[in-house]
């Protein structure tokens, strides 16, 4: 079973930035595919970034987050960041961690994966 926690969220003003972490455990032997997916007050749940941990690839899913917002890991800490800069009011959601087993999980795809975490909420404020 993997466990996803994570931490990071809070209030910024446009133009801010914002660092989430999402720990992760649980898993021996298997490669993950993490991501970052947000859900807004006025918008469907959408996936942001992953990373496919073992051979750190990444991928954007939201064109406006592309160039601000930077998806990274650190294997030793079993950790994947992201790392939000340039905030703005539209970034403002509860952001997930989210997991999957890459054998059963196609990475670039942005689908749901299985595993989540609890959210952290981001509020931009203009």
């Known amino acids: 079973q993997v466990h996803l926690v994570e931490s990071g969220g809070g209030s910024v003003q446009a133009g801010g930035s914002l660092r989430l972490s999402c720990a992760v455990s649980?898993?021996?032997?298997?490669?993950?595919?993490m991501g970052w997916f947000r859900h807004g007050p006025e918008n469907e749940r959408e996936g942001v970034a992953a990373?496919?941990?073992?051979?750190?690839?990444?991928?954007y899913f939201v064109d406006s987050v592309k160039g601000r917002f930077n998806i990274s890991q650190d294997i030793a800490k079993n950790t994947v960041y992201l790392q939000m800069d340039s905030l703005k009011p539209e970034d403002s959601a509860m952001y997930y961690c989210?997991?999957?087993?890459?054998?059963?999980?196609?990475?670039?795809?942005?689908?749901?994966?299985?595993?989540w975490g609890q959210g952290t909420q981001v509020t931009v404020s203009s």
């Open positions: 989210a997991a999957a087993i890459i054998e059963e999980y196609n990475c670039s795809s942005g689908s749901t994966p299985k595993y």
């Open positions: 649980g898993y021996t032997g298997s490669e993950l595919c």
């Open positions: 990373i496919y941990m073992r051979r750190d690839s990444t991928y």
